[in-house]
């Protein structure tokens, strides 16, 4: 499909009826001149002022379609760190938020320092467990399956179509490994992000707000760690590889798992860590590459530890 079906009148006319439905709903209208910030092939945004402020309505296409599942999911199972969401419409992929503040990647400069990580972490970690229970629904929505006992045949496939280099093709068995070692943990399979970086977050009084779940499957729940520590904080705030003590930020994001898994030893969490970042690295590439993307980062970071 073509981004220019996003600036088509027919599909704006559309939207525009739909926002103003919901917006009426919430006693609110159109005050001023809507914009179109973001365009792109599988999404396009727009910025809908009115008397209480800007919202904003989001787009994707049917193949992620499931995001505006998870936002409404999400609002209802843990309101506090997502995104205020005024309406979905779960066929079409729509939503309609209220305005979600400024994106952590403006904000942590402010701060000179990456520690508001720490929180989030928390945050999405809490997210997943609160999720757990909610597996078939998730899948029922559309939400790709990746788990571990379906990574590594995915994994397969999607190294075959993108005839990546033989040693990327025959580590097929080491995913199958790493899975098995992860499985032994007994931690349950949940929502995964699969994308969380500092353009994902956003900070409004103070609450930060995990958004931008278009990427996310149902996976290992540690596997989130793999971009946001080691393809983000990792590289600090001078995007220098390795100037970030990542342990505090793991551990933040442990905490709330040493709650929920009591049987489990601080020693098993940190193994179970170890696996997962490299296993992440294996289930953003089979989750899915943009056409024309070089799948050669993922694949490295997942048997090097480094792009």
């Not at 939207?15 to 009426?24: F, G, K, N, T, V």
């Not at 320092?113 to 559309?142: F, K, N, P, Y």
């Not at 940190?270 to 296993?279: F, G, S």
Request: hydrophobic share 45%; net charge negative; with cysteine.
């Amino acid at each position: 499909m073509d981004a220019a079906r996003w600036t088509e009148p027919r599909f704006l006319e559309s939207a525009r009826q739909w926002i103003d439905e919901q917006l009426a709903g919430h006693g609110l209208a159109v005050t001023g001149d809507i914009e179109q910030p973001h365009v792109m092939k599988w999404s396009t945004v727009l910025r809908v002022p009115t008397a209480d402020g800007a919202v904003w309505f989001k787009a994707n296409d049917q193949s992620l379609r499931h995001e505006a599942g998870i936002t409404a999911l999400l609002a209802e199972r843990h309101p506090a760190n997502v995104p205020p969401l005024l309406a979905a419409d779960l066929d079409r992929g729509w939503m309609l938020m209220a305005d979600a503040g400024r994106r952590l990647r403006e904000v942590l400069p402010e701060d000179g320092s990456v520690d508001r990580w720490l929180g989030v972490l928390r945050s999405v970690a809490e997210i997943q467990i609160a999720c757990e229970d909610s597996v078939d629904e998730l899948l029922a929505l559309g939400v790709p399956d990746l788990r571990l006992a379906t990574l590594p045949d995915t994994y397969d496939r999607q190294a075959r179509e993108f005839d990546v280099e033989p040693r990327f093709r025959a580590a097929t068995p080491y995913v199958r490994e790493l899975c098995d070692r992860l499985a032994a943990f007994g931690i349950r399979e949940t929502l995964q992000h699969d994308d969380l970086h500092d353009g994902q977050v956003y900070v409004k009084d103070g609450t930060h707000l995990v958004m931008d779940w278009g990427d996310a499957c149902v996976s290992h729940p540690f596997f989130t760690l793999s971009v946001t520590l080691e393809g983000q904080i990792s590289w600090g705030l001078d995007d220098v590889e390795d100037s970030v003590d990542l342990a505090p930020f793991r551990d933040a994001y442990l905490a709330p798992y040493a709650a929920a898994y009591p049987d489990l030893t601080r020693d098993d969490l940190l193994d179970a860590v170890d696996a997962a970042l490299r296993l992440g690295w294996a289930c953003r590439f089979a989750n899915g590459m943009v056409p024309g993307e070089d799948p050669g980062p993922r694949l490295r970071m997942f048997l090097d530890g480094r792009a």
